[in-house]
């Protein structure tokens, strides 16, 4: 395998690595950012609720239906879990809910949400809580098409990503074709200068080599003596 195809696999390799572990990053940043956006949305509604609820002469059946989410379920519950208001239905007053996952998590957060079916209709909503001094508020939003998309990451970001992606693929070819050339380039240079080196430590004992035996051949007459050294 060629030189630069291995530096293309290698930076290529790093940098898809990198790219995932920061979609998956951004992925998630995404997800709890819109999670918190609803959240806070809910939240609202559930303050809402509780400052008209002070007030004596407040209908929380037409306030709950004035809300911008007209789906919206609220039960209202002492602190112990009982409850005393329902927009669903009335007969669920009384029933404790302290064992609902999301009034549970209200022992340790001023709120809490979870995504479950109901055990009084058998409808998924996405609850969410909120603890007031005294008494709970939950509020529900069946969990459907306009919740899910509540809820989705943006992924625009990948688009991006992508683009990137390309662009430092095809700049990672071309840095990968640079640094095989300039490496073949010293690895020509290198061969030349040994070649000459080699040429030119051989040509000084082989030129004395020759100079004698030219003298030998050109002198028959030459004595033994000068003959032999």
Do not use: W
């Amino acid at each position: 395998m060629k030189l630069n195809l291995k530096l293309f696999i290698y930076y290529s390799l790093l940098f898809i690595v990198m790219m995932v572990v920061v979609s998956v990053f951004q992925y998630q940043r995404e997800k709890n950012f819109r999670l918190e956006q609803l959240n806070s949305r809910v939240g609202a509604y559930s303050d809402i609720i509780y400052h008209n609820y002070q007030l004596a002469d407040t209908n929380l059946y037409a306030l709950v239906c004035m809300l911008p989410d007209t789906a919206i379920r609220v039960t209202m519950m002492d602190t112990l879990g009982n409850v005393f208001f329902d927009t669903y239905s009335d007969s669920i007053y009384g029933e404790n809910h302290l064992s609902r996952p999301e009034i549970v998590a209200l022992k340790n957060f001023e709120s809490a949400y979870d995504i479950r079916m109901s055990a009084t209709n058998g409808i998924n909503y996405y609850y969410y809580a909120q603890r007031y001094d005294d008494l709970f508020i939950r509020l529900a939003l069946p969990y459907n098409v306009s919740v899910v998309d509540a809820l989705k990451a943006n992924l625009q970001f990948l688009y991006i990503f992508a683009i990137l992606l390309i662009i430092m693929m095809v700049a990672i070819a071309l840095i990968s074709n640079m640094l095989y050339k300039s490496v073949k380039d010293n690895e020509n240079r290198l061969k030349r200068q040994l070649t000459q080196n080699v040429s030119h430590e051989l040509k000084t004992p082989v030129a004395a080599v020759l100079g004698y035996m030219e003298s030998i051949v050109n002198n028959p007459d030459l004595d033994a003596e000068n003959k032999n050294h």
